[in-house]
């Protein structure tokens, strides 16, 4: 899947109340649609010094929710760039909203951000350091059921945060889903 980088202009370096939160919101889903949806889009906040809650909840969380809402579109959404203070209102806004988004601030670092089980957590740091995985993978990792492992990859495809990119025959007869991490 292709990626888009949308870089925060400097003109919202600070980002307090709801109102510059829907604003952003705005121009952020107006870059999606003319890039198309089915990417990766790595919002880049190294511009933005603060972000308030009311304004994280409209931005972070009005953002994910109108993604999901589309039909069809993904939701394929990494925050690049947080400075700690701004990661961490994003963090209370997303468990409190029980919601969840990757980020990362560097080449090879990742986390998530917002509530997610421990099972889900392993599975997704596999995912993240093997960058491509199938429910085999996952089941023999962990030492699982395969639809055990199954799930887990489709629920955490569902939230956004790794990406179901294609299938493959399988010895024997049958297929099974690829899934790729986000970053």
């Given amino acids: 899947?292709?990626?888009n980088h949308y870089q925060i202009v400097e003109q919202y370096r600070i980002l307090n109340g709801r109102e510059a939160g829907i604003e952003l919101r705005q121009r952020i889903l107006a870059h999606i649609q003319e890039h198309g949806f089915e990417r990766i889009y790595y919002l880049d906040f190294s511009n933005v010094e603060f972000l308030d809650f009311s304004s994280a909840d409209e931005l972070i969380r009005g953002l994910l929710d109108?993604?999901?809402a589309r039909q069809g579109g993904l939701r394929n959404v990494v925050l690049y760039g947080t400075s700690p203070s701004v990661r961490?209102?994003?963090a209370a806004v997303l468990e409190l909203r029980k919601t969840v988004c990757l980020t990362q601030n560097g080449r090879e670092s990742?986390?998530?951000l917002g509530p997610l089980s421990t099972p889900l957590k392993a599975t997704l740091e596999l995912v993240l350091q093997n960058k491509r995985v199938t429910a085999r993978d996952v089941a023999d990792h962990f030492?699982?059921?395969i639809?055990?492992?199954s799930n887990r990859l489709a629920s955490l495809a569902e939230l956004g945060l790794i990406l179901r990119s294609g299938k493959r025959t399988v010895i024997g007869g049958?297929?099974?889903?690829?899934f790729e991490s986000l970053v």
Avoid at 174 to 178: D, H, L, P, V, W
């Fill in 1 to 3: 899947m292709q990626a």
């Fill in 174 to 178: 049958g297929e099974e889903n690829i």
């Fill in 147 to 149: 639809n055990t492992a």
């Fill in 143 to 145: 030492r699982v059921a």
């Fill in 66 to 68: 109108e993604l999901t």
């Fill in 88 to 90: 961490e209102n994003i």
């Fill in 110 to 112: 990742a986390d998530v």
